[in-house]
């Protein structure tokens, strides 16, 4: 079970923390990855952090003011957002992924971020 927080509205230039917890799976050996999706568009791939080395990847609609990161000690995925654009405004949703013998999804249901003045 993935479930996200620390959604909300904030202004252009502002910032916003999500964080999204994990239970249920073995965190620590899955690659981490946050989603968006805002109105009338489809799913835009944001951010990717690897399990073992923790590489980082980001689009580059938000690279340089998004930062990923995981606490494998708390099961937690977080999306640290500044400076906001109103672009920003998504339903942000975390996903769990593990490739062995057979690929392994898990979803959150996602958390709403608003930017506007």
């Known amino acids: 079970q993935l479930v996200e927080s620390g959604g909300g509205m904030v202004q252009p230039g502002g910032s916003l923390r999500l964080s999204c917890a994990a239970s249920?799976?073995?965190?620590?050996?899955?690659?981490m990855s946050w989603v968006r999706q805002a109105p009338g568009k489809g799913p835009e791939w944001v951010s990717t952090?690897?399990?073992?080395?923790?590489?980082?990847y980001y689009a580059d609609s938000v690279k340089g003011r998004f930062t990923i990161s995981r606490n494998n000690a708390k099961n937690t995925l977080y999306l640290q957002m500044n400076s906001l654009k109103p672009e920003d405004k998504a339903v942000y949703y975390c996903?769990?992924?593990?490739?062995?013998?057979?690929?392994?999804?898990?979803w959150g249901r996602g958390g709403q971020v608003t930017v506007s003045s």
């Open positions: 996903n769990a992924r593990y490739i062995g013998l057979r690929q392994y999804d898990y």
């Open positions: 249920g799976f073995i965190f620590s050996i899955y690659d």
């Open positions: 952090i690897n399990t073992g080395d923790r590489s980082t």
